[in-house]
C-alpha cells in the first residue's frame, strides 16, 4: 500500500498534475463518509475480488458482505479469469445484484471497479439501503475534483440533489 502511494506520488510530481489510483480514491472517500465497515459489489472474477478484499482489509476496512455481479446477458461475468469481461456489465447488472445485498452491518456500499458501469445504478441502490453508496469512479471524481479545483462537497452528501439525475444515465 505505501508502496503504491509512493509510486503514485512520484507519477505526480514527473507529470506535474496529480495522478490517482481508485484504491486511494475510494479509501479517502471511506474515510470521509466515516464507514470502516462496507458492502462490496464486485464485477471480477474471483480470484481479483479476493485480491481486492485482501487490499481492503489490510487497510483496515471490514468488509462485511459481497455480491459478484454474476449475469452479462447469457454470460457469467465472473466465471472466468479473463477480467476484460467486466466491460459487459451494465448498471442494471450491477443494481440487480447488489439487490441481493442485506447491509446490515456495512457502514457504505462500495461497487468496485472503474470498468464498471455505476451511476445508473448508485441512485437506485442509495434509495434501497440508505447507505452511503460510493463507486470507483465516483470516489476519483471527487478526490481529483478536490486535488485541482475548489473544494467542493463530496457527490454523496447531498445525496438528494443528484439521485434523480443519475436514473436519466
Known sequence: MERDRAAFA???????????????????SLRHVGARRVAVVSPYPAW??????????????????????????????????????VYNVTSANALVDARRLRCRDAD?????GTGMPTLGAIGGISRAFGKPMLSSNLCLRWMLGAKLGPRGDPPWDDRAAWEALLDRL
Open 10 to 28: 512520484e507519477l505526480s510530481r514527473r507529470r506535474g498534475c496529480p495522478v490517482v489510483s481508485a484504491t486511494e480514491a475510494i479509501l479517502e
Open 108 to 112: 457504505a456500499i462500495l461497487l468496485s
Open 48 to 85: 481479483l475480488t479476493e485480491a481486492a478484499l485482501r487490499y481492503w482489509r489490510d487497510a483496515g476496512i471490514a468488509v462485511v458482505e459481497v455480491a459478484q455481479v454474476v449475469q452479462v446477458g447469457a454470460q457469467a461475468a465472473t466465471g472466468s479469469s479473463d477480467t476484460r469481461k
